[in-house]
T-cell receptor, first 115, second 116 residues
Framework: AQKITQTQPGMFVQEKEAVTLDCTYDTSDQSYGLFWYKQPSSGEMIFLIYQGSYDEQNATEGRYSLNFQKARKSANLVISASQLGDSAMYFCAMRGRKGRRALTFGSGTRLQVQP | DGGITQSPKYLFRKEGQNVTLSCEQNLNHDAMYWYRQDPGQGLRLIYYSQIVNDFQKGDIAEGYSVSREKKESFPLTVTSAQKNPTAFYLC???????????????FGPGTRLTVL
């Protein structure tokens, strides 16, 4: 079974500062993928970034980077230079190679960017 | 434009009634999924389908039913057996499931169901 844990129900950050959203995972699969999605108040799910378990380098996409520490089973999302539009729910998710192919999601972190 | 459409955006249902939520995709994706989201919580998997005419139960399938007669369509029926159906329902799709773990899921805009 796969499990995603996000221990920060809510986070505050000042505009233009960086923020780290925590995510730890548990899986018995050797090959797996980790995803981060953003959900604004409108409800849509927006894909942000992906990290494969065999990727040697941390993934980056613009202001988003993923701090992947395989031994610790953590995949933290780092948002640099926060903007007011970053205020949203953020979900960490994973997919394993075996068995069910759907994503398993964490409970999410609500990020509020303050001016 | 390619994408996933869900209709309606808002749906109200009386207790005891069945209701069907629509999900259509024109991305030519093989796999489709239904998730339920309760306020302030993450997404939980209801049903998923990896190929036409085949679907599997997710973690919270009780009180729900699906069909996959066409590749582009994956409707979800919320039956009267679902005890607490008020929630936000998200449909998603992803491309070929040949074993790759990197295929992201694309989501529709969601349907907010309220039972009166």
């Amino acid at each position: 079974a796969q499990k995603i844990t996000q221990t920060q129900p809510g986070m505050f950050v000042q505009e233009k500062e960086a923020v780290t959203l925590d995510c730890t995972y548990d899986t018995s699969d050797q090959s797996y993928g980790l995803f981060w999605y953003k959900q604004p108040s409108s409800g849509e799910m927006i894909f942000l970034i992906y990290q494969g378990s065999y990727d040697e380098q941390n993934a980056t996409e613009g202001r988003y980077s993923l701090n992947f520490q395989k031994a610790r089973k953590s995949a933290n999302l780092v948002i640099s230079a926060s903007q007011l539009g970053d205020s949203a729910m953020y979900f960490c998710a994973m997919r394993g190679r075996k068995g069910r192919r759907a994503l398993t999601f964490g409970s999410g972190t609500r990020l509020q960017v303050q001016p | 434009d390619g994408g996933i459409t869900q209709s309606p955006k808002y749906l109200f249902r009386k207790e005891g009634q069945n209701v069907t939520l629509s999900c259509e995709q024109n991305l030519n994706h093989d796999a489709m999924y239904w998730y339920r989201q309760d306020p302030g919580q993450g997404l939980r998997l209801i049903y998923y389908s990896q190929i036409v005419n085949d679907f599997q139960k997710g973690d919270i399938a009780e009180g729900y039913s699906v069909s996959r007669e066409k590749k582009e369509s994956f409707p979800l029926t919320v039956t009267s057996a679902q005890k607490n159906p008020t929630a936000f329902y998200l449909c998603a799709s992803s491309p070929n499931l040949s074993g790759g773990v990197s295929n992201e899921q694309f989501f529709g805009p969601g349907t907010r169901l309220t039972v009166l």
